[in-house]
């Protein structure tokens, strides 16, 4: 199977422990989103990553969260010093972003990584 | 970006054809309609883009008017695997990236 992988698929952690997210995009893809989602609501745009680039991150993003993606290719999203409300469902998503290609970029989101602090 | 309207649930029964509409008022001139599909436990699928008149896949057909201001999917034949939260998003394709996801329409199918 060629699609998003996340992991891991479950973190448990307290209240103040730093957690870290991988996340692997299809292999082709440029673009590599990341989302939160809580129980009932959609998915909430996190941040995005052109290639090695991080483009635009919303305000949703504190200063606690941070994303990088070395290379170009696998992306890692940490969360510091963790909060309850940070417990949510963490997905992933990529895409194939190109100028040429014109029409939609279709996001390919991966299982998520489901996060719940104590 | 458009905000969007849709029903928090629908219920339905194997082998019916459901129809689930988006409002979508302020929608733009160089917005495209998308829907994605999401089961529990799992990340959203796209199912089917649309701007205008009507798209068919193989899975879903997309309906949109002529004043764009609403549109609705319609998804023949339902099965009980087709039970899942339905989204429905409006955005430009050119240079915008991020989804803006609302709470979506929850799909019951019952047999």
């Known amino acids: 199977d060629t699609g998003v992988s996340q992991n891991p698929r479950h973190k448990i952690t307290k209240r103040g422990q730093n957690v870290t997210f991988r996340c692997d995009p299809i292999?082709?893809?440029?673009?590599l989103y990341w989302y939160r989602q809580t129980l009932g609501q959609g998915p909430e745009f996190l941040t995005y990553f052109q290639n090695e680039a991080q483009l635009e991150k919303s305000r949703l993003l504190s200063d606690r969260f941070s994303a990088e993606r070395p290379k170009g290719s696998f992306s890692t999203l940490e969360i510091q010093r963790t909060e309850q409300g940070d417990s949510a469902m963490y997905l992933c998503a990529s895409s194939l972003a190109s100028l040429l290609a014109g029409g939609y970029n279709e996001q390919f989101f991966g299982p998520g990584t489901r996060l719940t602090v104590l | 970006l458009a905000k969007t309207t849709q029903p928090i649930s629908m219920d339905s029964y194997e082998g019916q054809e459901v129809n689930i509409t988006c409002s979508h008022n302020?929608?733009?001139?160089?917005?495209?309609i998308t829907w994605y599909q999401q089961f529990p436990s799992q990340g959203p699928r796209f199912i089917i883009q649309g701007y205008k008149t009507k798209v068919t896949n193989e899975v879903a057909s997309l309906f949109i008017p002529a004043d764009r201001k609403s549109s609705t999917l319609s998804l023949p034949r339902v099965s009980l695997s087709d039970t899942a939260v339905y989204y429905c998003l409006v955005g430009g394709i050119t240079g915008y990236s991020t989804l803006t996801f609302g709470k979506g329409t929850m799909l019951l199918v019952s047999p």
């Open positions: 292999s082709e893809h440029n673009r």
């Open positions: 302020n929608i733009a001139t160089n917005d495209y």
